[in-house]
């Protein structure tokens, strides 16, 4: 209550609240003692607490002592009421009640003030209180603990914060130097880029039944090579053809729709990417008069650095070249790692064991050249070109999820080794007894010719395949020059020496 009746003195510091309202309402949190609540108010004389107080129910009469907890006592409707003159009864040694008292007393200013207190049967006469409340030490040494407690606890946690904070800074500074590289690298000299659109016309997209499914591009002759899971679904285990494949060079805006090829036969075919790491097909076309060259001629050597340039035919559109940097072997995790870093909320099932699956796969398979592209669908089987222009992989596919917004998204792009599937070829051709496809091989002015031999040697050797020194004595190979120095050059025992073919 806000105003007494008879007997009454101030108890309040603001005079004008008795004009203006009847009762104030304080607010108390669970747990705290009544004596703890009306302090903290601030709104009432420090005098008052100094004195053995009370609240009484206004409607049941009920006295509640300072030191009782304030749970019980909401909504309801007290008057302070002082009992003696003697000293409030002390709260439990060393509680929080206590030092929070001391401390507000110290920075209280009301000496002098008077209280109006309600008595059943007394007048109180006001006085001056100018004695201070004496506490013993032992409260405010552990309130002061438990504060220090805290504040440590905060400190350190604002220490882990701002050191986050930093690392964050950190990676986003060194991303923003690693983008600003990239882009520098990503650059093509001029020259380089006639090259390139010289060599686009050799690249091709690849149809099943006049619908796009794939790209590719010529190596020889009228061979076009392109992956094995682009036309695995229409051919049988021979290489026989159930659907009509065709191919066209010319597709590079939509007015440009003709100039199909039929594509004869599979000759050669290799779709084991679990197991030997291999994903090749090699169609022989139909015989046109007119063909652009093949890309065999353009071989250069493999780099995991630098930049690449991709020309293909992305989602079954015109032909399209994107140019994008090499992602090493060693930082293929920091990869994986950002885009999980940018997806951690699940969506699509996509979570974090999928992207840790990526990084235990890209361990497995270091041979691939990685990079990161934004040619998904359609584009398997695009050669792969150096900063020289030269073809070094065949793009074969990436580690791709659905996007937020359902979008086509992709952790990391990656090529097979333009140079390990021409020697997985020749092997093959051998074993398979397609000499017509290896002379016509054969027949093409490679400068790196001798280091695929070289390369092919190694993997007859190492698996003892006795049909490439067998052949040597057939009428295949005696009746034809090229053969013949082919297979002498694999049945040698000394060094191997540059094969003459001419």
């Known amino acids: 209550m806000a105003r007494g009746g008879k007997n009454v003195v101030r108890i309040l510091k603001n005079p004008e609240l008795r004009k203006d309202m009847q009762e104030i309402t304080v607010y108390a949190y669970e747990g705290e003692k009544v004596k703890q ?125 701002s050191k986050k904070q930093t690392h964050d800074l950190n990676f986003t500074q060194n991303l923003l130097r690693l983008e600003f590289g990239s882009n520098a690298q990503s650059c093509r000299e001029v020259k380089t880029m006639r090259k390139l659109m010289e060599l686009s016309h050799s690249v091709c997209q690849v149809r099943i039944n006049g619908k796009p499914q794939g790209s590719g591009f010529l190596v020889f002759s009228r061979f076009v090579l392109t992956n094995a899971h682009v036309i695995k679904d229409f051919c049988n285990d021979n290489g026989r053809l159930n659907e009509r494949v065709t191919v066209t060079f010319s597709y590079e805006s939509l007015e440009q729709n003709d100039g199909l090829i039929d594509v004869e036969e599979v000759s050669g075919y290799d779709y084991s990417p679990d197991v030997s790491g291999t994903d090749w097909a090699l169609l022989k076309l139909s015989d046109v008069q007119i063909l652009p060259g093949g890309l065999l001629t353009h071989c250069g050597f493999i780099r995991h650095s630098g930049g690449i340039s991709i020309v293909g035919h992305p989602a079954g559109g015109t032909k399209k070249i994107e140019s994008c940097l090499v992602v090493s072997s060693e ?172």
């Open 37 to 161: 609540a009306l302090r903290r108010d601030g709104r009432f004389l420090n005098t008052m607490f100094k004195k053995n107080c009370v609240l009484c129910n206004m409607h049941t009469e009920v006295n509640t002592e300072m030191c009782n907890l304030v749970d019980d006592l909401d909504d309801e409707t007290f008057k302070i009421k002082l009992l003696d003159k003697s000293d409030p009864p002390e709260s439990q040694p060393g509680s929080l009640d206590d030092a929070y008292v001391l401390q507000s007393e110290s920075q209280a200013g009301d000496s002098g003030g008077y209280e109006e207190l309600s008595q059943q049967t007394n007048t109180v006469e006001s006085e001056t209180d100018n004695v201070a409340e004496k506490k013993p030490n032992l409260c405010l040494n552990i309130y002061l603990k438990q504060m220090q407690n805290c504040l440590s606890s905060e400190f350190k946690d604002s220490i882990k914060s």
């Open 331 to 502: 930082n293929r995790n920091q990869v994986v790692e950002r885009h999980y870093s940018n997806n951690k909320e699940p969506f699509h099932f996509i979570t974090r064991r999928f992207f840790e699956n990526v990084a235990g796969d890209l361990q497995q398979r270091k041979h691939l050249l990685t990079y990161e592209s934004c040619l998904f669908d359609g584009s398997s089987g695009s050669p792969v070109f150096n900063e020289d222009g030269d073809v070094v992989a065949m793009h074969s596919g990436g580690y791709a999820y659905p996007g937020v917004m359902g979008q086509n998204q992709s952790v990391i792009e990656f090529g097979y080794p333009f140079s390990d599937i021409i020697e997985h070829i020749i092997i093959q051709m051998v074993e398979r007894e397609k000499f017509d496809v290896l002379k016509e091989y054969l027949s093409c002015k490679c400068a790196r010719q001798q280091d695929f031999l070289v390369g092919v040697k190694k993997l007859v050797d190492s698996r003892n395949l006795t049909r490439f020194k067998n052949v040597l004595n057939s009428s295949v190979a005696v009746d034809d020059k090229s053969l013949k120095a082919f297979f002498e050059f694999f049945s040698r025992r000394e060094q191997p020496e540059p094969m003459d073919i001419n």
